[in-house]
């Protein structure tokens, strides 16, 4: 693949959805996993398994790489500094329909918590925000769907 994409997680607190954005990634050929904040990791601070993420990713924990930071800001800020594209993911006036988007080289995709989303903080990091229109009742889809939609439609 011609496009290195990599995904933050910006305090993402299900285990379960972590697991199976893990699952998804490695489907998708992601080639990195940054958790921020909060967001849970494959194993916790002494090294244990946790097993909602184990469950849930199928192994592909172990064959994602993956890096637990405090600050999504930092890691923005480096990768933009790398040359990469920051992509957030998010409902904002500024985000374009994500079927619009294309990838092009290096390129972080941010997804935010399951409830108040990317803060408006990491946002305006972003050099450019993408959402998927929705067309029922509800307002968003679950973080890890989000993020297989997203995934793969940037592999077309």
């Given amino acids: 693949m011609t496009n290195d994409v990599a995904v933050l997680l910006h305090n993402v607190r299900s285990a379960h959805n972590v697991g199976s ?6 489907a998708a050929g992601v080639s990195k996993i940054y958790l921020a904040g909060y967001t849970p990791a494959p194993r916790d601070r002494f090294g244990r ?15 994602v790489p993956y890096e637990h930071v405090a600050l999504s800001r930092t890691v923005i800020l480096r990768l933009k500094r790398e040359g990469w594209t920051i992509v957030g993911v998010e409902q904002d006036a500024r985000a374009r329909d994500y079927r619009r988007y294309r990838a092009k080289g290096k390129t972080l995709f941010v997804f935010g918590n399951e409830v108040r989303g990317i803060p408006r903080s990491l946002r305006a990091l972003c050099n450019k925000l993408i959402e998927i229109p929705m067309y029922g009742t509800k307002e968003s889809l679950n973080v890890a769907v989000t993020a297989g939609i997203i995934l793969f439609h940037v592999r077309q």
């Fill in 21 to 26: 954005i893990f699952r998804t990634a490695d």
């Fill in 49 to 63: 398994v946790q097993k909602e993420i184990a469950k849930t990713a199928l192994g592909a924990e172990r064959s």
